[in-house]
T-cell receptor, first 113, second 115 residues
Framework: DAKTTQPNSMESNEEEPVHLPCNHS???????IHWYRQLPSQGPEYVIH???SNVNNRMASLAIAEDRKSSTLILHRATLRDAAVYYC??????????????FGTGTLLAVQP | GAGVSQSPSNKVTEKGKDVELRCDPI?????LYWYRQSLGQGLEFLIY????????KSGLPSDRFSAERTGGSVSTLTIQRTQQEDSAVYLC?????????????FGPGTRLTVL
């Protein structure tokens, strides 16, 4: 499985935008880029995913580089509730034998009031 | 609608005892996953069920771990002769269709403590 690289931690101020980077230089043409986050003492929750084009939903935006070797999760206005560990995960679009999520260490986002 | 539920939320057991952890997936979800998260560690995959296919057990750490899924719905993860290193949060997830673009929905987890 292709791997991802994320910074261990980042800090943001409340109500400011946050850009969380992810490098995935060995991504294959059929890999989807998924983002999950895990709030303290909770199970992970889905944030957003994309393949080639930038994506927007109510939680965040996903900007994907033209060569797909990197992507950025954008939280437009961070709130205290956004403090969590954010995971960038690649998943094979053909599914294969299993669709397990392979979690790396993620980025711990701290939001200051 | 109801999300993924897990029970118990907390389980304390003595070393050597067997434990059973239960997962109720979202109704209609054909895929079910078990993961675990040890203190200070990342989440690791344990086992995956999809419909009537043979489960993918490649993540189970030892033969003391087993899981079943009855009727394509509820799943039970069993740990026999528990050891202290089994202490972790065990998370269950389900998804509608096992493709690269599907979303996995996680339950709140069961925190297992082995004394």
């Amino acid at each position: 499985d292709a791997k991802t690289t994320q910074p261990n931690s980042m800090e943001s101020n409340e109500e400011e935008p946050v850009h969380l980077p992810c490098n995935h230089s060995t991504i294959s043409g059929t890999d989807y880029i998924h983002w999950y986050r895990q709030l303290p003492s909770q199970g992970p929750e889905y944030v957003i995913h994309g393949l080639t084009s930038n994506v927007n939903n109510r939680m965040a935006s996903l900007a994907i580089a033209e060569d797909r070797k990197s992507s950025t999760l954008i939280l437009h206005r961070a709130t205290l509730r956004d403090a969590a560990v954010y995971y960038c995960i690649l998943r094979d679009g053909y599914g294969g034998a299993t669709n397990k999520l392979i979690f790396g260490t993620g980025t711990l986002l701290a939001v200051q009031p | 609608g109801a999300g993924v539920s897990q029970s118990p939320s907390n389980k304390v057991t003595e070393k050597g005892k067997d434990v059973e952890l239960r997962c109720d997936p979202i109704s209609g979800h054909t895929a079910l996953y078990w993961y675990r998260q040890s203190l200070g560690q990342g989440l690791e995959f344990l086992i995956y069920f999809q419909g009537n296919s043979a489960p993918d057990k490649s993540g189970l750490p030892s033969d003391r771990f087993s899981a079943e899924r009855t009727g394509g719905s509820v799943s039970t993860l069993t740990i026999q002769r528990t050891q202290q290193e089994d202490s972790a949060v065990y998370l269950c997830a389900s998804s509608l269709a096992p493709r690269g673009a599907d979303t996995q929905y996680f339950g709140p987890g069961t925190r297992l403590t082995v004394l």
